[in-house]
């Protein structure tokens, strides 16, 4: 992890993922974490005291069983936001959240400024937001009483911009099943005309259809 407090490239942060709308409080001051594929920014032996922004790259969840057994629950891209849940229940436990790929993150030191987030309708409302978000991705989609295809047009549905699917792998973490059962479920769905394959590795909805 690389932490780097310049002001140039805090700010320059900032104004690329807009995350100044999230607050009326002014004078906020952040700084940057970067991370390297494979390292951690949260276990659940060290829950975040802080709020992070993840504002590039990409972030996976997942849990580790007694039995060593590891269950990937999320693969999910910037923008994120990770100590939401930490901070309105403290000392939560956390999954664990481990860097994809190169990940940059902002960081909202909590400590400093909770006072003044306590009064921030603004902050408060994205916290809800967030939190929602993640209690709709996580509920739904590992509900084992609904088929893999009911799960893959809601997640494409609900969190796939304009309905369409990028990325085989990241849906295969998001809706825990194997490779294999997804390729076999787009390929019935595009047989049956539910969605198309515009290019390789990427599906589409087709409108007017009721699921």
């Known amino acids: 992890m690389k932490i780097i407090t310049d002001p140039a490239q805090v700010e320059k942060w900032i104004k690329e993922s807009k995350i100044d709308q999230y607050f009326d409080t002014e004078g906020l001051e952040f700084y940057i974490c970067e991370y390297s594929a494979g390292e951690l920014l949260c276990t659940p032996n060290e829950s975040l005291e ?17 039995d060593g057994s590891l269950s990937s629950i999320s693969l999910e891209s910037g923008p994120v936001i990770l100590g939401d849940i ?8 956390t999954l664990f959240v481990e860097a994809h790929t190169e990940v940059v993150s902002l960081v909202l030191p909590v400590s400093r400024y909770r006072d003044e987030l306590h009064k921030d309708l603004r902050f408060l409302h994205m916290l809800l937001s967030s ?24 997640y494409m549905e609900t969190f796939c ?12 973490m998001q809706l825990r099943c194997s490779r294999r059962q997804l390729q076999r479920v787009l390929k019935n769905l595009c047989e049956t005309g539910r969605i198309e394959k515009t290019k390789k590795g990427t599906y589409r909805i087709i409108n007017n259809q009721e699921y």
């Open 161 to 172: 911009a304009g309905g369409t699917l990028t990325s085989v792998e990241e849906a295969t």
């Open 86 to 93: 930490e901070y309105v229940i403290e000392n939560f436990a």
């Open 50 to 66: 802080d709020i992070l922004f993840i504002v590039h790259g990409k972030v996976r969840i997942y849990n580790i069983h007694e």
């Open 131 to 154: 939190i929602a978000h993640k209690f709709a991705m996580f509920a739904p989609m590992h509900n084992q009483n609904t088929s893999v295809e009911e799960r893959l047009l809601m």
